[in-house]
T-cell receptor
């Protein structure tokens, strides 16, 4: 069973503080993603990565950085957190098109609830 | 950005009734998926369905790519089916990125 683990699961931060959300996957997937979910907006893509060392901007990257130091780990970094970044954040992984382990599916972590006061 | 429209936004069923959830896409798509979001928030992939019909138990997904739509049929609904159903499309731009609809909230009552 594909496994994606996020930490922390819950975080309260202060405005202007730095927040790092971590994601680890044991699926050996090249592709990893960070989404945020807000009422009325659904899931929106923040950053994604195609492998260790790569990060790409998604639809709403402003105020966020990402880091992919290894195949397994993908972090989302809020250098200066703001109350508008209060949300639930989901990490996901997926295999490359046509690869040996490709199933077309995305596998999600349990989510990280962030509250910025 | 990519537009994914889901309908209905919410639905209440009596246990045993059937449901049809719709997903429409405003741009061409390469593939799509259906997800179930549990009431506590975790997401589960139900179907990766780039085209045609797939069935798993009481769930059936049908995708017609040239019509830019997909449906999820739930038969003989159960209370445990309650939650939010999300569809997501991959536009085939060369990158495997999925764009999500806002979901259909399903409540099944006794």
């Amino acid at each position: 069973e594909a496994a994606v683990t996020q930490s922390p699961r819950n975080k309260v931060a202060v405005t202007g503080g730095k927040v790092t959300l971590s994601c680890n996957q044991t699926n050996n997937h090249n592709n990893m993603y960070w989404y945020r979910q807000d009422t009325g907006h659904g899931l929106r893509l923040i950053h994604y990565s195609y492998g260790a060392g790569s990060t790409e901007k998604g639809d709403i990257p402003d105020g966020y950085k990402a880091s992919r130091p290894s195949q397994e780990n993908f972090s989302l970094i809020l250098e200066l957190a703001t109350p508008s970044q209060t949300s639930v954040y989901f990490c996901a992984s997926g295999a490359d098109w046509g690869g040996a382990i490709y199933t077309g599916q995305l596998y999600f972590g349990e989510g990280s609830k962030l509250t910025v006061l | 950005g990519q537009q994914v429209q889901q309908s209905p936004a919410s639905l209440v069923l009596q246990e045993g009734e059937n449901a049809e959830l719709q997903c429409n896409f405003s741009t061409s798509l390469n593939s799509m998926q259906w997800f179930y979001q549990r009431p506590e928030g975790s997401l589960v992939s139900l179907f990766y369905n780039p085209s045609g019909t797939k069935q798993s138990g009481r769930l059936t997904s049908t995708t017609v790519i040239k019509e830019r739509r997909s449906s999820l049929h739930i038969s003989s609904s159960q209370i445990t089916d309650s939650g939010t159903y999300l569809c997501a499309m991959e536009p085939g731009t060369g990158y495997q990125n999925f764009y999500f609809g806002k979901g259909t909230s399903l409540t099944v009552i006794p």
